[in-house]
């Protein structure tokens, strides 16, 4: 008879010990111990984190005890003699409110306790809520004091040689005056419109004259080693965009070596390419002390023959800094920087070659940061394009239809492309709009202004009907223009208008607003032909009209098509910018 099936054991032998599940204590505790051991912080940096971690966990993400402790700080902030550390902690708790995404929170702090501290340690939180209301696209009333202020306990602080206090007040004032409210999301510029005038209130700041003023230092260029490839090292910040095609060509060159740094990949530290980081370490390079980076970082431009900071921005000023730096040094400036603080706090004695995409950003930014004429040499390099692609037979009805590309921007100005489309279609309802590129950015990251300006496009466009086309991102620009025949430029402000190039090239009609941030700068007449540029909607619709009415328009334009490939293909423009970055410099390149 067969016996009930029972588990098999072993013999117990001293070779063969086994310890039952059941009983397994000293398992338990072996790997409790372990746990502990490996869970101690092995750094005074990793304890911080986890403290911020437990803080953010227990208290900032509970509404109630986040309500009490900013409620409590708040009231600490009206105790005589307090105010300092209230406002400590205050600007410590919103900071860590912000990166929990939790911004209206961070806001009754800066309001709460900003007006509340008197001085130095008040004015940074009040900035922040001025920063905040015109991110909400509200002007605060009181931004030009609280520039004056920050202007102020800079200079208090950097007669102390406090330069991280320093940098903290200049920053703040930075981030007023450059705010995109006033140059990127509204119909006109302060900067743009007297930049000189704009800037008036830092002009007499000791702390912005160190930051601004040249180094003087002089610099011993090695030369390239003979019998190797030429080492080029492109360095930014997070934005490759418009180098990509350059890097892809030329690394497929036996001639050439190339490598590539993203700024915000360099280990944490004072050195990081912060804006507010960035201004404190100028200020100590102003009273003689060495930014010193990583030695991993560091290898990357000591193995360089030519180092290319692209964007005229972070990156820029981060390597015009570095000290004993043999590699040649080039940077690029675009538009959008030429809006921004960085083209005045850069050290010009530690670049070599500024290239400029445009003449008319070159003209603005000469008269907003003159230091920039008594360093580098200056050039005038327009962006890769490859022109070729766009050279493709027309298709349908595209002898009456117009192009804007990027089209959903306030900087865009979408709303002067509809005037022109509805003076067209009075004269002729074949007339449609082709809108290429995004949508408006979500809602949450438009300003009030911004907001209010997309909801009138949307009005527009819904009344416009089928005669506008919203066509999306297409990855194929040449394809999409076969059925374009006028290219349209409504922009306030540009640095080239690519668009407009490969519209031209395509065998498109090229029609551009005389871009009003930058006209008295030459605007696009520095870059295009004087027929191509109007002032007005209406300027616009005549000159589409004289091309187009009872005319063929592919023999009209036959002209600019060749003009625009034979000034901007990579073929010419190549070139000049590979003596330069891969060549010795000479004169200016214009």
Same mark, same amino acid.
């Given at each position: 008879?067969?016996?009930?099936?029972?588990?098999?054991?072993r013999?117990?032998?001293?070779?063969?010990?086994? *310890?039952?599940?059941?009983?397994?204590?000293?398992?338990?505790?072996?790997?409790?111990?372990?746990?502990?051991?490996?869970?101690?912080?092995?750094?005074?940096?990793? +304890?911080?984190?986890?403290?911020?971690?437990?803080?953010?966990?227990?208290v900032?993400?509970?509404?109630?005890?986040?309500?009490?402790? %900013?409620?409590?700080t708040?009231?600490?902030?009206?105790?005589?003699?307090?105010?300092p550390?209230?406002? $400590?902690?205050?600007s410590?708790?919103?900071?860590?409110?912000?990166?929990?995404?939790?911004?209206t929170?961070?806001?009754?702090l800066?309001?709460g306790?900003?007006?509340?501290?008197?001085?130095?340690?008040?004015t940074?939180?009040?900035?922040?809520?001025a920063?905040?209301?015109?991110n909400s696209?509200?002007?605060?009333?009181d931004?030009?004091?609280?520039?004056?202020?920050?202007?102020?306990?800079?200079?208090?602080a950097?007669?102390?040689r406090?330069?991280?206090?320093? /940098?903290?007040?200049?920053?703040?004032?930075?981030?007023?005056?450059f705010?995109?409210?006033?140059?990127?999301?509204?119909?006109?510029?302060?900067?743009?419109?007297?930049?000189?005038g $704009?800037?008036?209130?830092?002009?007499?700041?000791?702390?912005?004259?160190?930051?601004?003023?040249?180094?003087?230092?002089?610099? !011993?260029?090695?030369?390239?080693?003979?019998?190797?490839?030429?080492r080029?090292?492109?360095?930014?910040?997070?934005?490759?965009?418009?180098?990509?095609?350059?890097?892809?060509?030329?690394?497929?060159?036996?001639? +050439?070596?190339?490598?590539?740094?993203?700024?915000?990949?360099?280990?944490?530290?004072?050195?990081?390419?912060?804006?507010?980081?960035?201004?404190?370490?100028?200020?100590?390079?102003?009273?003689?002390?060495r930014?010193e980076?990583?030695?991993?970082v560091?290898?990357?431009f000591?193995?360089?023959?030519?180092?290319?900071?692209e964007?005229?921005?972070r990156?820029?000023?981060?390597t015009?800094?570095?000290?004993d730096?043999?590699?040649?040094?080039v940077?690029? *400036? $675009?538009?959008?920087?030429?809006?921004?603080q960085?083209?005045h706090?850069t050290?010009?004695?530690? %670049?070599? !070659?500024?290239?400029?995409?445009?003449?008319?950003?070159?003209?603005?930014?000469?008269?907003?940061?003159p230091?920039?004429?008594?360093?580098?040499?200056l050039?005038v390099?327009?962006?890769?394009?490859?022109?070729?692609?766009?050279?493709?037979?027309?298709?349908?009805?595209?002898?009456?239809?117009?192009?804007?590309?990027g089209?959903?921007?306030?900087?865009?100005?979408?709303?002067?492309?509809?005037d022109?489309?509805?003076?067209?279609?009075?004269?002729?309802?074949?007339?449609?709009?082709?809108?290429?590129?995004?949508?408006f950015?979500?809602?949450?990251?438009?300003? #009030?202004?911004?907001?209010?300006?997309?909801?009138q496009?949307?009005e527009?466009?819904? #009344?416009?009907?089928? /005669?506008?086309?919203?066509?999306?991102?297409s990855?194929d620009?040449?394809?999409?223009?076969?059925r374009?025949?006028? *290219?349209?430029s409504?922009?306030?402000?540009?640095?080239t208008?690519?668009?407009?190039?490969?519209?031209?090239?395509?065998?498109?009609?090229? +029609?551009?607003?005389n871009w009003?941030?930058?006209?008295?700068?030459?605007?696009?007449?520095?870059?295009?032909?004087?027929?191509?540029?109007?002032?007005?909607?209406q300027?616009?619709?005549?000159?589409?009209?004289? $091309?187009? !009415?009872?005319?063929?328009?592919?023999?009209? +334009?036959r002209?600019?098509?060749?003009?625009?490939?034979?000034?901007?293909?990579?073929?010419?423009?190549?070139?000049?910018?590979?003596?330069?970055?891969?060549?010795?410099?000479?004169?200016?390149?214009?």
């Amino acid at each position: 008879m067969d016996q009930p099936s029972t588990p098999s054991t072993r013999a117990a032998t001293p070779d063969a010990l086994t *310890i039952p599940h059941r009983d397994a204590l000293p398992v338990k505790v072996a790997k409790a111990l372990k746990r502990r051991a490996t869970s101690v912080p092995r750094s005074p940096g990793e +304890v911080r984190e986890r403290t911020l971690r437990l803080m953010d966990k227990r208290v900032l993400d509970v509404p109630r005890r986040r309500d009490t402790l %900013i409620s409590g700080t708040i009231a600490l902030s009206r105790v005589p003699g307090a105010g300092p550390a209230a406002a $400590h902690t205050a600007s410590w708790v919103a900071d860590r409110l912000t990166r929990r995404k939790a911004p209206t929170a961070a806001y009754r702090l800066y309001a709460g306790v900003g007006p509340s501290v008197a001085g130095a340690a008040g004015t940074p939180l009040r900035v922040r809520k001025a920063v905040a209301d015109l991110n909400s696209g509200t002007l605060p009333p009181d931004v030009d004091e609280l520039v004056r202020l920050s202007v102020g306990h800079a200079d208090e602080a950097y007669a102390r040689r406090d330069h991280d206090g320093a /940098a903290l007040h200049l920053q703040g004032a930075f981030d007023l005056l450059f705010h995109r409210y006033f140059h990127f999301e509204g119909l006109a510029s302060p900067y743009a419109a007297d930049p000189v005038g $704009h800037l008036a209130p830092l002009r007499g700041s000791t702390a912005f004259r160190a930051l601004t003023t040249p180094s003087g230092r002089e610099r !011993d260029h090695a030369v390239p080693e003979s019998g190797r490839p030429h080492r080029l090292l492109v360095t930014t910040v997070s934005n490759f965009n418009f180098a990509r095609g350059i890097i892809d060509e030329w690394s497929q060159r036996d001639d +050439v070596e190339i490598r590539t740094l993203d700024l915000r990949t360099v280990p944490k530290g004072p050195w990081e390419a912060t804006p507010q980081k960035l201004v404190a370490n100028r200020l100590r390079q102003a009273d003689g002390i060495r930014f010193e980076v990583p030695a991993e970082v560091r290898e990357d431009f000591d193995w360089a023959d030519t180092v290319f900071a692209e964007w005229g921005h972070r990156a820029m000023v981060w390597t015009s800094m570095l000290p004993d730096l043999r590699a040649r040094t080039v940077s690029r *400036i $675009h538009s959008y920087e030429a809006f921004t603080q960085f083209p005045h706090m850069t050290d010009w004695s530690g %670049i070599d !070659d500024l290239v400029f995409v445009a003449e008319h950003i070159r003209n603005l930014t000469m008269v907003g940061a003159p230091a920039v004429q008594s360093g580098p040499t200056l050039h005038v390099i327009p962006n890769r394009n490859v022109l070729a692609d766009y050279d493709r037979p027309k298709r349908g009805s595209w002898e009456r239809t117009i192009a804007l590309v990027g089209w959903a921007q306030m900087v865009k100005d979408p709303l002067w492309a509809l005037d022109v489309l509805e003076i067209l279609r009075r004269h002729d309802e074949r007339w449609q709009l082709r809108l290429f590129g995004a949508e408006f950015a979500p809602t949450e990251q438009l300003t #009030a202004t911004a907001r209010a300006y997309r909801d009138q496009v949307s009005e527009r466009i819904d #009344a416009l009907g089928p /005669a506008v086309r919203k066509m999306g991102y297409s990855k194929d620009v040449g394809h999409a223009l076969r059925r374009v025949g006028v *290219i349209l430029s409504s922009s306030l402000r540009e640095g080239t208008h690519e668009a407009v190039i490969q519209g031209a090239a395509s065998g498109a009609l090229p +029609v551009v607003r005389n871009w009003p941030f930058v006209a008295q700068f030459g605007g696009p007449r520095t870059m295009f032909p004087d027929s191509w540029v109007v002032e007005t909607p209406q300027d616009a619709a005549a000159r589409i009209i004289e $091309h187009t !009415d009872g005319v063929d328009l592919a023999a009209s +334009v036959r002209e600019s098509t060749q003009w625009a490939r034979s000034t901007y293909d990579w073929s010419v423009v190549g070139p000049r910018l590979e003596r330069l970055l891969l060549g010795s410099a000479g004169g200016t390149t214009s």
